[in-house]
């Protein structure tokens, strides 16, 4: 099996920062694309970031020039880095790594982790 363990949530006043970690370990063969997705209450979980394999990199509008998002394929660890944050970052942030696995071909598979909770309040 594969896990993904996040780390870095809290609480942070705003216009503070936060730097998220999610890393991946198992049964992985190779690892494409790393993203971040958040899911406030009573809202759709939605994408904030995006890195692929190459290296290139999505924001969401909402978190441009404020959020950064990073990978160390070495450690199979994807991050992300939370700068002027706003009381309408408040969510639950979710790691989703697409990997293959050995023995399954090319077939990719999408993984979660189990999410950490990032507060934004005075």
């Known amino acids: 099996q594969v896990q993904l363990v996040e780390s870095g949530g809290g609480l942070v006043q705003p216009w503070g920062s936060l730097r998220l970690s999610c890393a991946a370990s198992?049964?992985?063969?190779?690892?494409?694309?790393m993203a971040w997705y958040r899911q406030a209450p009573g809202k759709q979980r939605e994408l904030v970031a995006r890195v692929f394999s190459s290296g290139g990199t999505t924001l969401t509008d909402s978190v441009k020039g404020r959020f950064t998002i990073s990978r160390d394929s070495a450690k199979n660890t994807v991050y992300l880095q939370m700068n002027s944050l706003k009381p309408d970052d408040t969510a639950d942030y979710y790691c989703?790594?697409?990997?293959?696995?050995?023995?399954?071909?090319?077939?990719?598979?999408?993984?979660w982790g189990q999410g950490t909770q990032v507060t934004v309040s005075s």
């Open positions: 989703n790594v697409q990997a293959t696995r050995a023995g399954y071909g090319n077939t990719r598979f999408d993984y």
């Open positions: 198992g049964k992985i063969f190779r690892i494409y694309n």
